[in-house]
């Protein structure tokens, strides 16, 4: 199974966004080239407040435990990342006062166009967990395709490449 791989400035800024979006999920993509020379964070709003202020019905949850990415921003990232030539490395969100899991409905949406099959194949997903507003824990989730399942796999933090030995 993939393992992750990030670099500090990338994990700073994710944990910093989700801080700061405490007490809500925050989300967003890390897009970036395949010999490594390329890392970006694309943070993308958490439209879920709006949409279960709008319709309750259909959105029962707030953004407090979940969220929904803003589709322009969301496509804008994408767009980007194929002019570039960069690819989707991984999408992450936070998780404000729970644990760093791969919950049922985070399954659900990872797999929105063919249930069965998760939408992109080769990303992992980073879930972050923020505790009364501070960073508790980050763990990466990747596709296992013998199972069909998403499962935790090993997340390294780099810095400048090497292996980060103080986070
Ligand atoms: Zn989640």
Request: aromatic share 8%; hydrophobic share 40%; net charge negative.
């Amino acid at each position: 199974m993939k393992a992750a791989s990030i670099r500090r400035a990338s994990m700073d800024a994710i944990v910093a966004q989700a801080e700061r979006e405490f007490p809500f999920e925050c989300c967003g993509l890390i897009i970036g080239d395949n010999e490594n020379s390329v890392e970006e964070v694309r943070p993308v709003a958490n439209i879920q407040n709006r949409m279960h202020a709008e319709d309750a019905a259909a959105f029962p949850r707030d953004a407090r435990t979940a969220f929904l990415m803003e589709p322009k921003e969301h496509l804008a990232a994408m767009i980007e990342a194929d002019r570039r030539k960069l690819a989707i490395r991984a999408v992450y969100h936070s998780h404000p006062n729970r644990d760093a899991y791969f919950s049922p409905t985070d399954r659900a949406q990872a797999c929105s166009f063919d249930p069965p099959e998760p939408d992109y194949p080769g990303v992992v997903y980073i879930v972050i967990s923020i505790r009364a507003g501070k960073f508790a824990r980050a763990a990466a989730f990747a596709w296992d395709s013998e199972r069909k399942e998403f499962a935790e796999t090993k997340l390294t933090v780099e810095c400048r490449g090497d292996p980060c030995t103080q986070c």
